[in-house]
Structures are given as C-alpha cells and as structure tokens.
C-alpha cells in the first residue's frame, strides 16, 4: 500500500526532498511514498523554502503546501 501526497507550489520545478531523498520537482502529483510520519522539504535555488513534518496514510492523499 502506498500513499500519495500533493505538493503544490506556487514556484516552479523545486526540488521536493522527503526523508533526505529526492521525491521529485514541484508541483508534486501521485509520488509513491510509503504510508508513516516524514520530513518533507522544498528547495529552490539552492534555498530551503519550507520544511515540515507530516504523516501519510495509505490509500490516502495529502496535500503539502509549499508557498
């Protein structure tokens, strides 16, 4: 079972770090991250953005905003 989460972004092509792995770039659509607690965080230009905990069930969707 897997969990999928949104990252919406008002900037585009961040790149979208969960659990110090590389998940992607914004805007985040359906990313197969496994169901628990992580650390999400948005880099863009070299700079974090925004960083959070948050926990994702399976069969779920969460949505992370990143502005």
């Known amino acids: 079972d897997w969990s999928s989460d949104v990252c919406s972004s008002d900037l585009k092509s961040c790149a979208v ?3 110090a792995l590389c998940a992607g770039r914004t ?3 359906e990313s197969p991250i496994p ?3 992580r650390t999400v965080s948005v880099v863009c230009d070299g700079r ?3 960083t959070g905990n948050i926990r994702l069930r399976a069969e779920e969707t969460t949505i992370f905003r990143c502005r």
């Open 48 to 50: 974090v953005r925004r």
């Open 17 to 19: 770090i969960v659990d």
């Open 35 to 37: 169901p628990g607690r």
């Open 27 to 29: 805007p985040l659509v």
